[in-house]
Nanobody, 122 residues
Framework: QVQLVESGGDLVQPGGSLRLACAAS????????TAWFRQAPGKEREGVSY???????NYADSVKGRFTISRDNAKNMVYLQMNSLKPEDTAVYYC????????????????WGQGTQVTVSS
């Protein structure tokens, strides 16, 4: 059974850091493109960061230089290190995967986790 489970969300002060984790089971994660999306209340789901099967990474302009996506093939996990967090980073963060090339839109992703809440507030 294919499953993605996110963890690591929390309440953090502006300027703080968090590391989100996405654990995969039932399939081999590094054969897929994996993405982190986020969705704030009243807003559409947006792509934050992507990593394809070759390790190529891509970031939304709003998080470049602050967020880093990485993958541990041995553990079948993907991570999102988030530094210099801002209140506008507050959202539910989702991990998602797809077979094939990197695509920006969430509509192209086949498997999703349940999400983890990140709140940036003083």
């Amino acid at each position: 059974q294919v499953q993605l489970v996110e963890s690591g969300g929390d309440l953090v002060q502006p300027g703080g850091s968090l590391r989100l984790a996405c654990a995969a089971s039932g399939f081999t994660l590094h054969y897929y493109t994996t993405a982190w999306f986020r969705q704030a209340p009243g807003k559409e789901r947006e792509g934050v960061s992507y990593i394809n099967r070759n390790g190529y990474t891509n970031y939304a302009d709003s998080v470049k230089g602050r967020f880093t996506i990485s993958r541990d093939n041995a553990k079948n996990m993907v991570y999102l290190q988030m530094n210099s967090l801002k209140p506008e980073d507050t959202a539910v963060y989702y991990c998602a995967t797809r077979i094939g090339a990197l695509r920006a839109s969430p509509a192209h992703y086949d498997y999703w986790g349940q999400g983890t809440q990140v709140t940036v507030s003083s």
